[in-house]
């Protein structure tokens, strides 16, 4: 079960639909987050109970800890408390806790618990995101290319951030790292490279607008299409090959 923290709730950009991908459409889907895309973090605390969590974080796990403060946040298998959802976190983010680090972004940059700051929200997720935390990098990045929290908007400083969050296997990030080579955003244009990436977040499972952008690249003849993909993206003049 994915523990899933304060929702981040970022406006989606005019996502193009099933039925505009149906018509054929030439337009790129553009990139955005809804409340789906909200951020978790899975690990093998996820089906502990309370106690059992509140028993370690005593004894010192700082993961437990971030874990439990979660739990507080969402009111998930707890009563709600986001008093004492940030003061547990704010403990476990002091001494260093990637995680805690994280869901304190979340809740600075959903005004939860504490006032609502993007400006918090993106050093909480610096701090996160040094350490290698991958959904850390992931939400600094959209941050940084939104130009939020302060920062100018930044394509090519976000990519980096994409890139290491990617190779972790966040499928978020392995999207928009392959939009950003699609659209030449902070990067050189490489089709191929955005087909990778497209590929990688569908091998997880199924994504609109990852399948819709490499359909656009396949029809445009920017990449061939291949065998894991699906048949209906097969161009009619292959399919008489």
Aim: include cysteine; charge should be negative; hydrophobic fraction near 40%.
């Amino acid at each position: 079960m994915n523990l899933r923290w304060l929702s981040i709730c970022f406006v989606a950009v005019a996502l193009t639909s099933c039925k505009a991908a149906s018509r054929g459409t030439d337009e790129i889907a553009p990139y955005g987050l809804s409340a789906q895309n909200t951020p978790y973090v899975e690990n093998e605390l996820a089906e502990l109970t309370i106690v059992e969590l509140e028993q370690r974080a005593a004894a010192g796990d700082t993961v437990a800890q971030a874990e439990l403060g979660a739990r507080y946040g969402k009111g998930e298998t707890v009563e709600q408390d986001l008093e004492k959802a940030i003061e547990i976190l704010r403990d476990a983010a002091t001494k260093g806790e990637p995680a805690a680090e994280f869901y304190l972004g979340t809740a600075y940059y959903s005004g939860l618990g504490v006032p609502h700051s993007q400006v918090e929200a993106v050093m909480w997720f610096q701090k996160a995101s040094s350490k290698g935390y991958a959904p850390a990098q992931y939400w600094l990045a959209v941050l940084i290319k939104d130009g939020r929290g302060g920062i100018s908007p930044n394509w090519e400083a976000a990519v980096p951030l994409l890139w290491k969050s990617a190779t972790q296997g966040h499928r978020n990030a392995e999207f928009l790292l392959g939009y950003a080579y699609q659209m030449g955003a902070g990067v050189e244009k490489n089709p191929a490279a955005a087909a990778y990436w497209y590929r990688r977040t569908l091998s997880k499972g199924y994504n609109i607008r990852a399948e819709f952008n490499l359909a656009l690249l396949i029809k445009e003849g920017s990449v061939e299409w291949q065998s894991g993909d699906r048949e209906a993206l097969k161009p009619l003049s292959a399919e008489k090959r």
